[in-house]
C-alpha cells in the first residue's frame, strides 16, 4: 500500500487536489454549531435504536454479498493493495458542488489504532444541489461518526448506516442555527476493511467494481420513480410527480434538504437518508473500483466505463491519471454537470490482457458444395 494519504476536492475549477487531511468546515459556517456542541465537533451520539424502513433491510445478492460484516469476516489469504487517485471538474456548471475523498490508510488517517486484519481504507464521493455546505458537512463528519462508533470496525455496516443518519441529523442542528447553511447532498463511501468491500449509498451517485473485466454495480441508483424507492415514498407519506419527489428533487435518497417542505421530518419521512448497503469479499480477480458522483454516469455505462478505465490502467497503471481521463471524457461526451471520480486499485500491476480460450470451430459443408467438391475431385481423376 502506498502512504497515507486522505485527499478533499471541492475547488471550482478541475483538477486533483494536493495530499491533506479535509478542511475543518468552520470557514463555511459551521462555527456557531461546533462550538455548540462542546467537544469541538458535533455531538457523536452512539444510540442503535435507528428506526428502517422494512424495504430498506432488503439487499442486493448479485455479488454474493454476506449477511453481516465482523472481523471474522475479514479473515482470509488475499490482501489487496491498495491505490487510489480521484479527479473533479465542475465541467459546464458556474459553481462546484462535488466533492471526494480518499483516505488510503483510514484507520492511522483518524487517529484509530490499525487494524490487524489488513488494509483499511475509505472513499467518498458527495453530489451537492441547491449549495455545495451539505457536500463539505456531510465529507467532514461522515467519516469521524464511523470511526467514533464504539461498533467500529466489529460491525462495519451497522457503523456506516447510523453514520449516514447520525451526520444528516447534526446537518439538520446546524441547520437550525444558521439557515444559510440549507442545502442538500447524494452521499456514497466506500470501506475497505482487510479484503472485505462495503459501500452505502444514498442518493444517484454510483460505485462500479470491475472484476477480471466485468463490470460489477455495487450500489443502486435511488431515482422517485424506481418501483422500490416509489413504493418506500408512498408508504412515508410521500409521491412521485414526473420522476420528481414531491415534484421537487430528483433523488429519493440524501443527505440535508431539511429546508424542503414535506421531505423530511426526525421520526422519518419521503427523503430517506439511510443507505442502502451491499458488500463483497476481494479476491485477486476485483481489479479496481470506480465511484462517481452522476454526472459521469450520465454518460457512460457501468460496463463501458470499466472498459475505458480499464484501458487506461493498461497503460498508465495511475488511478489519478485514470479518474482524470474519465472525468476528462465525460466532458467530451457533453455531460451537463459536476464531475467527481475516485478510482481506487486493488492491485499493484495493471489489469492483464485477458486471453479468451479459442473453441473447436465446428464446419459444415452443404449436400450442394459437397456435390460441387466431388465433381472437382472427379474431374482430377479423367
Aim: glycine share 10%.
Amino acid at each position: 500500500m502506498e502512504g497515507s494519504k486522505v485527499v478533499l476536492k471541492n475547488e471550482s475549477s478541475g483538477g486533483a487536489a494536493s495530499a491533506s487531511r479535509p478542511p475543518n468546515p468552520i470557514a463555511a459556517g459551521y462555527r456557531q454549531f461546533l462550538s455548540s456542541s462542546g467537544h469541538g465537533g458535533p455531538n457523536l451520539c452512539t444510540n442503535k435504536s435507528l428506526i428502517r424502513h422494512p424495504s430498506l433491510q432488503v439487499k442486493n445478492s448479485d455479488v454474493g454479498f454476506e449477511p453481516s460484516l465482523g472481523t471474522e469476516f475479514c479473515r482470509t489469504e488475499y490482501v489487496p493493495s491498495l491505490r487510489s487517485g480521484a479527479w473533479a471538474d465542475r465541467g459546464s456548471r458556474s459553481s462546484m458542488e462535488d466533492v471526494y475523498i480518499c483516505a488510503d490508510n483510514f484507520m492511522h488517517d483518524y487517529g484509530l489504532k490499525d487494524s490487524s486484519e489488513g488494509p483499511s481504507a475509505f472513499y467518498g464521493v458527495f453530489d451537492g444541489h441547491g449549495g455545495k455546505h451539505a457536500a463539505d458537512f456531510a465529507c467532514h463528519h461522515l467519516p469521524r461518526f464511523i470511526v467514533q462508533d464504539e461498533e467500529f470496525p466489529s460491525e462495519v455496516e451497522r457503523a456506516i448506516a447510523t453514520a449516514f443518519v447520525q451526520t444528516d441529523h447534526a446537518f439538520a442542528e446546524a441547520c437550525t442555527l444558521n439557515t444559510g447553511l440549507a442545502s442538500g447532498t447524494t452521499a456514497l463511501a466506500a470501506l475497505v476493511v482487510g479484503s472485505s468491500l462495503v459501500v452505502a449509498n444514498a442518493g444517484d451517485c454510483r460505485a462500479v467494481l470491475c472484476r477480471r473485466g466485468k463490470a460489477i454495480e455495487m450500489s443502486r441508483d435511488h431515482k422517485p420513480a424506481c418501483i422500490r424507492e416509489k413504493r418506500r415514498i408512498e408508504a412515508s407519506g410521500g409521491y412521485v410527480d414526473d420522476g420528481y419527489l414531491n415534484g421537487q428533487l430528483n433523488v429519493a435518497r440524501a443527505l440535508g434538504d431539511w429546508h424542503m417542505e414535506g421531505l423530511k421530518a426526525m421520526e422519518g419521512g419521503p427523503l430517506s437518508a439511510e443507505p442502502e448497503l451491499m458488500n463483497t469479499r476481494l479476491t485477486e480477480e476485483d481489479e479496481f473500483l470506480i465511484i462517481g458522483c452522476d454526472g459521469i454516469w450520465d454518460v457512460f455505462m457501468s460496463q463501458n466505463a470499466v472498459d475505458f478505465a480499464r484501458r487506461r490502467l493498461q497503460e498508465h497503471n495511475d488511478p489519478e491519471m485514470c479518474s482524470k481521463d474519465l472525468v476528462d471524457e465525460a466532458i467530451k461526451r457533453r455531460s451537463g454537470d459536476n464531475l467527481a471520480v475516485v478510482v481506487v486499485c486493488f492491485q499493484s500491476q495493471p489489469p492483464p490482457n485477458l486471453v479468451v480460450p479459442r473453441g473447436r470451430v465446428h464446419r459444415s459443408i452443404s449436400a450442394e458444395g459437397l456435390k460441387e467438391l466431388q465433381g472437382f475431385l472427379d474431374s482430377l481423376e479423367d
